[in-house]
């Protein structure tokens, strides 16, 4: 029997490309749609601002794109730049099972290799599909433990998604690739500590900076352990208290985890995501302006008062976890968008006098991905709507449409609508890219 | 009562430079030596040459030396490099309570500041007091439980002394230094697993990186947990089982774990040093030659079988894992240094006779750093040496005059014995450079 690693590099390296499904490979280019609109909505963010001025003195050729800025950097600088301002909006996508956010690190790392040593457009949706189902698969090897110990698992296995997503688009050798897994394995790490600071995105910038780079070391001849993920004192034994070795290897090839990968919809946590949907359609489905509105009254589960119970936000960042924000905005805007969630919209009179209306009762049995929504107006109307799965869970996904929508709102962050629609359509296009570096183009101002 | 980030973090900045004690600035002065000596013997191994390779393409301003060679790159690769060539060799500084090689993280990242920012050589000294202080606590607080999971400690806790190096130079105020300490603590990594292969140099390569780059970040404004260190999901709690902060800042300005820091002689592991140093006794203490040696034999603590008991090494790094090649050329040269090791060395037919006359024979009591050395001549002279405490223990250090032949040795692999002895005087004169960054030119090819 061939060990974890080993077997995983023999995949990365191996795998026919024609035996990739079609709807794995759609899963890889909605990602990239997914994580271009994130990094372009958080391309201003101040800890990009601040990586990018402490790094300037140390940047080399101007190879890459810094997305949505003018800046241009070696591409291991740009690989770290753009992990960080795709996850500071807390937007990005997410592996439900292992709570991953692969796209990160994979597509960090790699649109970075892709600016420097020109790929195409096939090759880098299929080193998109390595990428995240590599990352899936450990994380589902240590997960749940491994997150509760404390670890960001997104920091820890997003190197050897970078790894694997690069190494395949460079086509290293089955050994070189071990290596690189091993090189990223011995640099894994990410505290759940920092959630709240601007830490908490550097973790994916630095996982695919160094997952990255381990690609290249790796190619370059740097050893490592051939067995650094399952060996005693590698990555699952040293950094979770349970390994399940057969879940990061079972039916590689047949069964597709990255087909797991979710998007969302709204720019907040994902357990009020169910409420803001019943806000939205309510809103939508009758006629009444947000004066009119006497009681918002929310019955939920028990997650959304614990991790969003913020009565009276006043900044932007405490808005995510105000479920009151949230009901109050998508009631008064009757959509919901990533600008919702700045210190400005907080403090919009009428969304304020809303949140004041907010109640929210626990109520027992009601699913994480589900909400019971009631409006009472003033004139003695009761509105209410039952979501039974939110939008962007694993029941009722976003379709392309809708993560187009979201690319639109986040990329006009930053570009003119034009300028956003036609990044999109590059985007879109990835499959038939001579040279997958033009994503990169697209995406700079 | 003040939590521990914060003390450290105030004692980084905060703490007055006069009230350094002068034997504790004398050893950070000996760990540059030392440091600076083993990162010229490693600059042309093949793990720099490879990782040099890899990073070329992305390489910035190149305002850094790449110590031994003629590269320059910019100051963050710079720490990579010279953390990488400065363990290479398994020859570098050892913090024995906890097997931290304190000096490779924080003078790679120290003197690719100082070639970068400008520094004084006063600063520059205060600041590897710092760093190596502030790195040796930490791991004296989650070690050995640390290390027996299978951390490589010198790679974790090293980004907390870079960044305590570089904060102290580049005067962050406290609150910046505990972000920094925080971007150090979610970036610690480094996995035993890799001890072996080329990996294991990079541990003290990346967390001279990781700790410059925190420093410079927090300079910056890039925020992060204030309390990294201690919080239930902070460094001590998820990378260790067993925690006592209370080790990680008694006694902080009085007490000074730098102190402990200790020097090899001998280009091998700890262990078979009481050997060599009886060896190299006795040959310079009575006539005899090689051809006369009729047996040799070792009575030692039971590791020394252990972790060197191999007793027919084919190469030079084989030969580090040999007490029967390390007692017979130490044997047949009078001395021993790190030429001693290399393929060649092992291939030697004179010294691969005596070898296979080796008897070794564990002892139960004899210490770590003792060893009982008998000689028995053809002729029936027996010749006895017993080394108490093995040169470069902590009962019997190394002093100037060694590690100064140690660096010569050393810097002699690279550069002609006039350059050397250049090189050495730039660094035994580093409290009167009005710009510590001479250190870097001095290393330079």
């Given at each position: ?14 795998f ?54 003018s ?37 960090a ?54 790894a ?7 086509r ?26 601007m ?89 009444f ?54 210190d ?88 038939s ?13």
């Amino acid at each position: 029997m061939m060990q974890t690693t080993a077997q995983l590099a023999e995949f990365i390296t191996g795998f026919d490309s024609a035996a990739i499904p079609q709807d794995v490979r759609e899963v890889a280019q909605r990602s990239l749609v997914n994580w271009a609109g994130c990094a372009l909505g958080g391309a201003k963010h101040p800890a990009v601002d601040i990586a990018l001025e402490a790094m300037r003195p140390f940047i080399g050729a101007p190879h890459a794109t810094v997305i949505g800025r003018s800046d241009r950097v070696d591409a291991l600088n740009a690989a770290l730049l753009n992990g960080i301002s795709s996850h500071v909006l807390d937007f990005d996508d997410t592996h439900l099972a292992t709570l991953v956010h692969p796209s990160g690190p994979v597509l960090a790392a790699l649109l970075a290799l892709a600016e420097h040593h020109p790929i195409d457009g096939k090759t880098f949706v299929e080193a998109i599909v390595m990428g995240i189902e590599v990352e899936c698969r450990i994380a589902l090897g240590v997960c749940p433990a491994h997150y509760d110990i404390g670890w960001h698992v997104t920091g820890t296995v997003g190197g050897f998604g970078a790894a694997a997503a690069v190494g395949r688009a460079l086509r290293l050798d089955a050994r070189q690739m071990a290596w690189a897994l091993g090189i990223a394995a011995t640099q894994a790490a990410g505290l759940r500590e920092v959630f709240g600071t601007m830490c908490k995105g550097l973790h994916p910038g630095r996982a695919a900076q160094s997952g990255l780079s381990a690609a290249l070391m790796a190619r370059a001849g740097f050893t490592s352990s051939l067995r650094a993920i399952e060996a005693p004192r590698g990555f699952a034994h040293v950094l979770s208290t349970e390994q399940d070795f057969d879940r990061m290897t079972d039916g590689l090839g047949t069964v597709w985890h990255t087909r797991e990968n979710s998007f969302k919809p709204y720019a907040c946590g994902l357990v009020v995501h169910p409420v803001i949907d019943g806000c939205v359609t309510l809103r939508n489905s009758h006629a009444f302006e947000s004066g009119d509105v006497d009681v918002i009254a929310l019955r939920v589960h028990p997650l959304v008062k614990e991790l969003t119970g913020k009565p009276a936000p006043t900044t932007g960042l405490e808005g995510k976890f105000s479920v009151n924000h949230s009901a109050a905005i998508a009631l008064h805007e009757g959509r919901s968008t990533s600008s919702h969630y700045t210190d400005a919209a907080v403090r919009i009179p009428a969304v304020a006098a809303l949140r004041d209306r907010v109640t929210v009762e626990i109520v027992p049995g009601v699913r994480v991905d589900e909400a019971y929504v009631s409006v009472r107006l003033k004139d003695g109307r009761l509105l209410e709507h039952h979501v039974e799965h939110a939008l962007g869970s694993i029941r009722r996904p976003m379709n392309d449409a809708q993560i187009d929508e979201k690319f639109m709102d986040l990329a006009q962050v930053v570009m003119t609508r034009d300028q956003a629609a036609g990044a999109l359509q590059t985007c879109r296009r990835i499959e038939s890219l001579a040279n997958a570096g033009e994503i990169g183009q697209a995406l700079a101002l």
